[in-house]
């Protein structure tokens, strides 16, 4: 069940309706029963899984806050740990792992152990949120919800399960223990919000697949022109898909008074890759860095060290995203550009870098982004060569209007037959067009997000 389905409006509608109605103490209970109900629609199997890991997760939170003794708290977080990261990796990693042990020693294909089990829809992001909470408690950073319905409804709630933003009991779990108002401000916002995602997720990015798909299933067969745009929509695809769903959750969630964290910024206007880490997924950047990088040691024991937990932070972002060499390549590649990035901030080359105009940046920075978009989007290290390969092949005669020809018919893809092959020139008009109301919609969104802010 998408949030663009018919059978989602259905189900929103009754909930949005009842939830004004009853009273405050009853909105976890409806919470819970609306988001079982929606993660069911994908797999009910699955939910199982989601209400066990609610049920170990506020056992363990309550354990962990009971006692003063450091060998139970350990023990108890050390179950929350295992659980979420155990059941994550089996159901995710397993095959993957399987898969590369098999290859490393030329296991045949047949006498591999695979579970082949579909992928929990967001579990990855579920995961993240509960060992978040029970990671606070332990710090004591958090007090343990005394109310299993309420803790229930901050790791289910509907709007982000699936796609995110991966929320902080701090925030969501406060919210849901607060009883909103009914206001025509926050619904009016929330469905502006909801309309701007609807429309980067199926006019542009639902688009962009159609001309990106075929041509990264396939590489060898398309020219070097026609790859290179498919890299550029490709970047402008992703963007729209992930960002538009987190603008369709925070538009359904602020409709009924709670306000999801903002998890992406304008990206592409970044300056230097760090810049774009702070724009991009900041939800999954503030969980590594807190969650992972802070207790590695950060950037407190000497610079080879903070390198090595860089690369770790950014390696472990990889494989979070797929299970797959591409992903850890992609994870990787955005760790050694920080790296880089950090080193060389550091000396002449980092200054003068800093005084290039900002637009130059931003055009620097939004072509190395788009170069590992390449390595993230590729089937696998096979499809990944033979897209650089044939890549590789570009020349600046290309760009010449009328010296070559892109070798696709458009009847195969989402572009008008205009009778046989087309410029290149004609692809970059269509991409722009496409784009213009990506660009007009960022500005719509900055002043959205004023008022929301307001509002709130």
Aim: hydrophobic share 50%; net charge neutral.
């Amino acid at each position: 069940m998408l949030f663009f389905e018919k059978d989602f409006f259905l189900l929103f509608s009754i909930f949005f309706v009842t939830y004004w109605a009853v009273s405050p103490r009853l909105r976890p209970l409806l919470i819970v029963g609306a988001s079982y109900a929606f993660y069911a629609a994908w797999d009910w199997r699955f939910l199982s899984l989601l209400i066990l890991s609610t049920g170990i997760d506020f056992l363990c939170g309550q354990k962990i806050a009971a006692t003063e003794e450091k060998s139970t708290r350990k023990k108890w977080l050390a179950l929350s740990l295992g659980f979420n990261l155990g059941m994550l990796g089996f159901f995710k990693y397993f095959d993957f792992f399987v898969d590369s042990f098999a290859d490393l020693f030329g296991i045949a294909p047949e006498n591999r152990f695979l579970i082949n089990v579909i992928l929990p829809a967001g579990i990855s992001f579920y995961t993240f949120q509960t060992l978040s909470y029970t990671v606070d408690v332990y710090r004591r950073k958090q007090e343990p919800e005394t109310d299993l319905m309420s803790f229930a409804a901050f790791v289910s709630f509907f709007p982000q399960l699936i796609a995110g933003p991966i929320e902080r009991a701090s925030g969501l779990l406060t919210q849901i223990n607060t009883a909103a108002r009914f206001d025509l401000n926050n619904i009016y916002l929330g469905a502006r919000l909801f309309l701007i995602g609807l429309v980067k997720k199926l006019v542009i990015a639902d688009n962009m697949a159609k001309f990106v798909d075929p041509v990264f299933a396939d590489p060898s067969a398309h020219d070097p022109l026609t790859l290179l745009l498919a890299a550029y929509c490709f970047a402008f695809q992703i963007y729209c898909d992930f960002s538009g769903y987190t603008d369709m959750a925070r538009g359904l969630a602020k409709s009924i008074g709670i306000e999801l964290s903002i998890n992406f910024n304008f990206p592409y206007l970044a300056t230097g890759i760090r810049d774009f880490w702070r724009r991009w997924h900041i939800t999954l950047y503030s969980w590594l860095r807190d969650y992972v990088y802070f207790p590695l040691g950060g950037s407190q024991n000497g610079a080879v060290r903070t390198y090595v937990n860089i690369m770790i932070v950014f390696l472990l972002s990889g494989l979070w995203h797929g299970a797959g060499w591409n992903f850890i390549l992609w994870g990787g590649m955005h760790g050694l550009f920080i790296c880089v990035e950090r080193l060389a901030s550091k000396t002449i080359v980092g200054r003068v870098f800093s005084q290039i105009p900002a637009l130059v940046r931003m055009f620097i920075v939004f072509h190395l982004v788009t170069a590992a978009w390449i390595v993230f989007r590729a089937q696998d290290m096979a499809h990944l060569r033979a897209y650089v390969e044939r890549l590789s092949e570009l020349s600046l005669t290309d760009f010449i209007p009328g010296s070559m020809t892109v070798e696709m018919t458009y009847a195969d893809y989402w572009l008008p037959t205009l009778g046989g092959e087309a410029q290149p020139a004609f692809y970059v008009i269509v991409i722009g067009l496409l784009c213009l109301p990506l660009i007009i919609g960022q500005f719509y969104r900055k002043s959205l997000q004023r008022e929301v802010a307001e509002a709130t």
